[in-house]
């Protein structure tokens, strides 16, 4: 009987072991697994080691509805896409919906929060407004987040050199940043603004496109992402549910010591103690929240200066269908805007751009909407076909110059339209295709309007092809100087040459009028002059030994470089270390270059001429304001454009202008270049009438070094 008792016993005790196990098993199994990783303030881990953030404070709130068991894991990004995909956990938190990643996990229909990366700097960087200006520098990112893909792409598109620093978090990012292991940073802008200043970082004007953060789901788990969205679909339309007020929490951290300075805790103190106190303080704290809230709101969908909407509301707007009707798309841009605020300040500019909103909005058609898309760029939507009739509007009405502080601004736009829907049906790629059209209305002259056409995005993607191949341009020796003698008028002889960049690819010559301009919008004209100028200034002192070596060599200057801060310095350096004398180099710059561009350059000329350098004026006689060169740069050399020569014997007009400019650089004491010259007949009127020196296909095509003698 013992030994059968204790038989039963330890049966028993065995039978319960197992009940537990399988009870704790079957407990742990029913609860949901959660992954979270660092994106404050959408979720991250405290000091304590807990989740907290949005997400979390969503999901704590449908599990409470719902109840569900959570158990929170804390990964990093890459781990948690990993773990949902496999199964391993059943949720992950704050992930952007994209179509890569709906292949791995499954989200739910409704998004938590909408946000948009921002790249930030360290603070002592200067400016980082593009991405060809981001590439010099190590930018720091979170590995398979979708702003580091975004970025990504962008580089490899562009050809741009990569210098990626990848990291777990987003905190990390900023650390990364911090102990010089980066300079830059991609992350979401919510992320950065409230935690910029701890971390000494600025947010630069490089926006990455905007994303619709959701929770993730294992397979199996799509009852869970259901009740997430009925959640989401019970809260979004009232502005005092759960949902906003989570939101409020974590979204506004730094208005805390507005609602609740110190003084106020000690009221709420006197308050516990009297009832009608502490209900007329709630509904004063409760009317404060819901003003908080509401401003919050506001906030997110206007520019703070003029209080227009912002991308964030047009955006709504548009992708929302608030807009259910045809419509036309015009986006402005202010020519020289920068100019401006350069010259004046910053304010100023800002209280311009108010005085011209003002405007605007005084013209404005009824149902039109005015939004401030950054800096100088505003967007209109406009019922169907009102669109140009208001853009040229617009130009009547800057014609009269705005009055700031006493001051007068004569403002410039240029305009591009685009159609809803035949254009896009999204807000982002209706900006993209005016802004296409703008670029196009920009390269005409100031104040035009162009409407996008599918030939202008052909462009675009041609633009980036010679973009891409002119960065490996100077590496591969795909360029080189032809050089084009420059002779004497009554001698023959060749007194100097003009050295003229030429570029072959693939065996193929690609024309100066196709890459110069892109080299000058990206700034690539910087590297690309240093080494024209090096290269011609050696080849200068090649020559030297020659008996009918050139006395000097005439260089091509862009007024992008003449306006980049330390450019002459540079110039001068460059130049004095071949221990060349210094009038022998001749430096060009183009007359049909716009006249502000010119006038900001004046000084650098006058230094470049003060330190013994020849200054040309190219292509004299293509624009409206010669005779203001004339007359405001240190001129020493005027070149008659070809357009001109080529009339000789053709029309006795501008003979007698030819004659005219010729008496005219003559009394100036400016020497005389004749461009273009390819006739016997051409070249004797030019000698005839006292021109100095001749260039052109009579005399000479421009050929490589070896080949000049």
């Not at 197992?18 to 959660?34: F, G, N, P, Y």
């Not at 022998?584 to 001429?609: D, M, Q, W, Y």
Request: glycine share 8%; charged share 25%; proline share 3%.
């Amino acid at each position: 009987m013992g030994r059968r008792g204790t038989r039963i016993r330890y049966g028993i005790l065995l039978c319960m072991m197992v009940l537990l196990t399988v009870q704790a098993a079957w407990t742990e199994s029913d609860a949901l697994r959660i992954s979270y990783y660092d994106n404050y303030p959408l979720c991250f881990q405290d000091e304590n080691g807990e989740p907290q953030g949005v997400f979390v404070d969503v999901l704590n709130d449908v599990a409470d509805g719902e109840d569900w068991e959570l158990i929170y894991e804390y990964h990093s990004f890459e781990e948690q896409m990993k773990l949902v995909a496999e199964g391993e956990v059943d949720l992950g938190l704050a992930v952007a919906d994209t179509k890569d990643r709906a292949d791995q996990a499954a989200f739910p229909g409704e998004t938590i929060y909408s946000n948009w990366g921002q790249v930030f700097v360290a603070d002592h960087l200067t400016s980082v407004d593009t991405y060809d200006s981001l590439s010099k520098y190590r930018v720091a990112m979170v590995r398979g987040d979708i702003y580091a893909k975004e970025l990504e792409d962008s580089f490899q598109f562009l050809g741009l050199d990569k210098r990626f620093v990848y990291v777990d978090g987003f905190t990390d990012v900023f650390e990364a940043i911090e102990q010089g292991q980066a300079e830059a940073g991609a992350v979401p802008r919510t992320f950065g603004l409230l935690h910029g200043e701890r971390f000494a970082v600025k947010a630069t004007t490089l926006a990455i496109r905007s994303a619709k953060v959701k929770v993730i789901g294992a397979p199996g788990t799509e009852e869970v992402l259901e009740a997430i969205d009925r959640w989401m679909l019970g809260m979004r339309d009232d502005p005092n549910s759960k949902y906003f007020k989570i939101l409020s929490r974590w979204l506004r951290e730094e208005i805390k010591e507005e609602v609740f300075p110190d003084w106020l805790k000690w009221i709420l103190g006197l308050a516990a103690l009297t009832g009608v106190i502490s209900l007329s303080f709630a509904f004063f704290l409760q009317k404060m929240v819901a003003k908080q809230t509401k401003e919050l709101r506001y906030l997110a969908h206007h520019d703070p200066l003029t209080g227009l909407p912002n991308r964030s509301y047009m955006r709504k707007l548009v992708d929302g269908g608030e807009w259910k009707t045809p419509a036309d798309f015009l986006l402005i841009d202010l020519d020289q805007f920068r100019r401006i605020n350069d010259v004046y300040g910053h304010e100023m500019g800002d209280r311009l751009l108010v005085s011209l909103t003002d405007l605007v909005k005084n013209h404005l058609p009824g149902a039109a909407v005015l939004s401030r898309l950054s800096g100088d760029e505003f967007t209109i939507l406009l019922p169907r076909f009102q669109g140009e009739d208001f853009a040229n509007q617009l130009l009547e009405l800057i014609q009269s110059p705005l009055e700031v502080w006493e001051e007068s601004f004569q403002i410039g736009m240029s305009m591009g339209l685009a159609k809803l829907p035949e254009d896009g049906t999204d807000y982002d790629t209706l900006t993209k295709k005016a802004e296409m059209a703008m670029y196009q209305a920009k390269g005409k002259g100031k104040e035009k309007v162009q409407w996008f056409r599918s030939e202008l995005e052909a462009r675009l993607h041609e633009t980036h092809w010679y973009l891409r191949y002119l960065r490996e341009a100077i590496a591969k020796e795909e360029l080189y100087l032809a050089y084009q003698p420059i002779v004497d008028a009554h001698t023959e002889c060749m007194v100097g040459v003009e050295a003229l960049l030429r570029w072959k690819h693939e065996g193929k010559l690609i024309s100066p009028g196709l890459f110069i301009p892109i080299a000058e919008q990206t700034g690539l004209i910087h590297e690309i002059g240093d080494w024209v100028v090096g290269e011609a200034v050696r080849q200068l002192i090649a020559w030297q030994d020659k008996s009918q070596a050139p006395r000097f060599m005439s260089v091509n200057l862009s007024a992008v470089q003449l306006n980049q801060a330390g450019f002459v310095d540079h110039l001068d350096e460059m130049v004095a270390a071949f221990g060349v004398e210094k009038s022998k180099i001749h430096f060009e710059v183009t007359e049909n270059a716009e006249i502000e561009k010119i006038g900001n350059s004046r000084r650098a000329l006058e230094i470049l001429k003060q330190r013994g350098y020849r200054i040309s004026l190219d292509d004299f006689g293509m624009g409206y304001s010669s005779m203001n060169y004339l007359k405001e740069l240190p001129i020493d050399t005027m070149k008659i454009d070809r357009s001109f020569v080529q009339e000789i014997g053709q029309d006795r007009e501008t003979e007698i202008m030819i004659e005219e400019l010729l008496i005219l650089a003559n009394r100036m004491n400016l020497m005389t270049i004749a461009e273009g010259v390819e006739t016997q007949a051409q070249w004797h009127f030019l000698r005839d009438h006292g021109c100095r020196m001749i260039q052109g296909y009579y005399f000479g095509r421009p050929v490589k070094a070896e080949d000049l003698f």
